[in-house]
């Protein structure tokens, strides 16, 4: 079982609107979480890098918290734009520095 | 700076044949990590090598190898390709040993085994 689990698979919003996805994860014992955006056919870009203090964080209109209680974490997008269409990871890297990847949230924001 | 880069940008291969693909991490990185990403699927961890050694494989065959160089450019080897081997290949960098900083992505190899 993957312990980086991400929903939805996919979802498509439009231009102006706002969206959020989720991560959950059992990752033990944590070191951090980061989000990437991978556009179709390229190399994933870091986002935001959470560790285990901080709750929030953002990063233009990306904005992601952490509840390391509970083992979430949320990407909200605001005023969502064209080019936020895009494959968006969840990863979460373990205090041996290992990493393990979700399976993304694919984002496709319609005019 | 130089981010990191991977070549050949693109590769077309046929079944059986040996496919070598290289990475030059960003410079001050001692750690480069190799994943498969085959198409409309997540990031599947490959190779983890860290000043010169293999830290980390994941559930590949062996055919799947690897090196790292003194220089700390790495080079993924792929043995008696199949057609499931057809892939977007990324390699990303960082600094090493077990802080796991962030990780910086290239742009990718993408290999096709007809």
């Known amino acids: 079982k993957n312990q980086v689990e991400q929903s939805p698979q996919s979802l498509i919003i439009l231009e102006g609107k706002n969206c959020t996805l989720q991560?959950?994860?059992?990752?033990?014992?944590?070191?951090?979480l980061r989000w990437y955006k991978q556009d179709t056919g390229r190399g994933p870009v870091s986002l935001t890098i959470?560790?285990?203090?901080?709750n929030t964080k953002s990063n233009g209109r990306y904005t992601a918290t952490l509840d390391a209680d509970t083992k979430q974490s949320s990407l909200h997008i605001t005023a969502s734009q064209l080019s936020d269409s895009a494959s968006y990871i969840c990863?979460?890297?373990?205090?041996?520095?290992?990493?393990?990847f979700g399976a993304g949230t694919q984002v496709v924001v319609t005019p | 700076e130089a981010g990191v880069t991977q070549s050949p940008t693109h590769l077309i291969k046929t079944r059986g044949q040996q496919a070598t693909l290289r990475c030059s991490p960003i410079?001050?990185?001692?750690?480069v990590y190799w994943y498969q990403q085959a198409l409309g699927l997540g990031l599947q961890f490959l190779l983890w090598?860290?000043?010169?050694?293999?830290?980390n494989r994941g559930n590949f065959p062996p055919r799947f190898s690897g090196r790292q160089f003194p220089n700390y450019s790495s080079e993924l080897n792929v043995n008696a390709l199949e057609l499931e081997d057809s892939a977007l290949y990324l390699c990303?960098?960082?600094?090493?040993?077990?802080?796991?900083?962030?990780?910086?992505f290239g742009e990718g190899s993408r290999l096709t085994v007809l």
């Open positions: 959470m560790t285990f203090s901080e």
């Open positions: 990303a960098s960082s600094f090493g040993g077990r802080y796991t900083g962030e990780l910086f």
């Open positions: 991560c959950n994860y059992t990752v033990s014992p944590f070191s951090n």
């Open positions: 990863v979460v890297t373990d205090s041996w520095g290992k990493l393990q």
């Open positions: 410079s001050g990185h001692t750690s």
């Open positions: 090598y860290d000043e010169g050694e293999e830290r």
